[in-house]
């Protein structure tokens, strides 16, 4: 009895998890194998308490393994009850280049009943675990037995490398991850990406007009399929509406990847870090003879600067509006404006402006400022409980605050009288219970509203007569991987080996299948999820 106390209470944390799971979780086959892979890396633990001699070690390490090991299982658990995915290089990447405050706004987005129930419980198993007297049950072994449990500990380890259970095993996941990531960054690393010149050759720009103002807004986490511009029933987008005449709006673009990092690497650059030598739409620009300006509301935060960071440190002047690391909360978008002003304001003949914004990246109830709420009655849609309908009153609020910043940056260009234009595309979508009962935006959980981006264009009198692009893809399905070719389309650059068919602004675009996260045909999760 005393023996089970000591070794059977290791199996509580692993039942619990299970329930957890199966009850909370899209629970499938594979979590049987996780639940074997954490009874043997129990069993590992246990095993190799026979290294030490001593039973005041062995007591102390046996609780502090306890504590480590549901930790793990915890933090394990709850990952795979968010995401529906065991941890990966990914999910390095997103943690390590989240922010302090980011994460906070995540924790609290995500926290509920369960996890917290969860929680409580794990909690008190440790706390019961640890004020169970041990120290006589650890009896003085022979060194036979001693030999026996570190074969056995050795074996165990061995099973677990070779029947694949590893896979499963938390840190085990951590560790590779990290790995991966740190490959991957030094890969990046040896690119000249935030230098102001890339790659390109013989970069032309063609437009006959002298003075020359080009805006581009990228927007973060915003699904088109909350804009009313778009056909969502609530008009989330008065402003934008109100200037439809004057706008192109593009109705079948996608993003490539659910991910900011993933996405923003193929849509900003020539090779998506596929080919040792890598360049921008920032060097591209610089390279055209435009006077850069890169303004962003997101932060530069993480050990290591985010590769959009790097890529934005290409440009001639970069300002980020929260440079404060671990501010509590950032700044609603509209700080961007003063930025941008200053910018107009610039003597430079030609100047190229980007808007980076942190949109309606969760928690959204953040992303615009209170006063600002027009929405709070029962949404459309067929989720409508209390948690979704907060939820996408807080999105589609702050989707009407975006649409009055893009509409204010439309009106200062338009003020300027030059040869101008906006463009405004989101880095990827967002699912807000539109689909599944779901809000974020992950792919595991992909759904067509992660993918599905606003894509829109406001031109100059200017601009239009002098700069003619084709303007009848406006249904053309499209992917912002090869949205450097269509910036530079569009913009009138030439570069050596431009590809015209990947444009979007071109009559001879060519479109593709679109694959998009880790493989996957675009059109299958359209149709599943629709
Ligand atoms: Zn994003």
Known sequence: MKQFRLFGFWLFPILTVLLFEFFFADFYASRWENLLENTLFALVLLLSLSFFVSAKIKVFFINFYYLIFVLLLFIESVFF???????????????????????????????????????????????????????????????????????????????????????????????????????????????????????????????????????????????????????????????????????????????????????????????????????????????????????????????????????????????????????????????????????????????????????????????????????????????????????????DNAVHYIDGLIAEVIKKTREEHLSSYVLYLSDHGEEVYQSRYFAGHTLSKATKNMFDIPFVLWRSKIFKENNPIFEENLNAPFVTDDFLQSLADLSQIDFKGIQKEKSIFSENFHPKKRIVGEGVDYEKIRKVRE
Request: proline letters at 5%; glycine letters at 6%; a neutral charge.
């Open 81 to 395: 009850y968010i995401f529906n995915t065991v941890f990966t290089a990914s999910a390095v990447f997103i943690l390590i280049e989240t922010n302090l405050s980011e994460a906070g706004e995540f924790l609290k987005f995500y926290l509920d009943f369960p996890i917290l129930l969860f929680f409580l419980i794990m909690l008190g198993l440790v706390f019961i675990y640890i004020r169970i007297p041990k120290k006589h049950i650890f009896k003085p072994r022979s060194l036979s037995i001693r030999l026996l449990c570190f074969g056995l500990f050795l074996g165990v380890l061995v099973l677990l490398k070779y029947s694949g259970l590893i896979v499963q095993n938390f840190p085990y996941l951590v560790i590779k991850s990290t790995g991966e990531y740190v490959q991957e960054k030094k890969k990046m690393g040896q690119t000249n990406i935030d230098q102001p010149t890339g790659h390109f050759e013989e970069v032309i720009h063609n437009s006959p007009d002298g003075k020359s103002l080009y805006v581009l807004i990228l927007g973060e986490s915003t699904s088109r399929n909350h804009l009313g511009i778009y056909g969502y029933p609530r008009n989330t987008t008065p402003r934008l509406s109100a200037l439809q005449d004057e706008l192109l709006v593009y109705k079948n673009v996608i993003s490539p990847h659910t991910y900011t990092i993933e996405s923003l690497k193929q849509s900003l650059t020539l090779h998506a870090f596929k080919n040792r030598e890598e360049s921008s739409i920032v060097q591209l620009m610089n390279q055209a003879g435009f006077k850069t300006f890169w303004f962003s509301n997101q932060q530069p935060i993480g050990p290591f600067d985010s590769m959009v960071t790097e890529m934005a440190q290409a440009a001639d002047v970069l300002e980020f509006s929260n440079s404060n690391r671990h501010a509590r909360n950032t700044p609603y978008d509209g700080v961007l404006l003063d930025y941008f002003e200053k910018a107009l304001g610039d003597a430079a003949e030609k100047k190229f402006i980007v808007l980076h914004l942190l949109g309606t990246h969760l928690d959204y109830e953040n992303r615009y400022p209170k006063n600002a709420a027009v929405f709070t009655d029962t949404p459309p849609g067929k989720f409508t409980d209390e948690t979704a309908s907060v939820t996408i009153n807080h999105y």
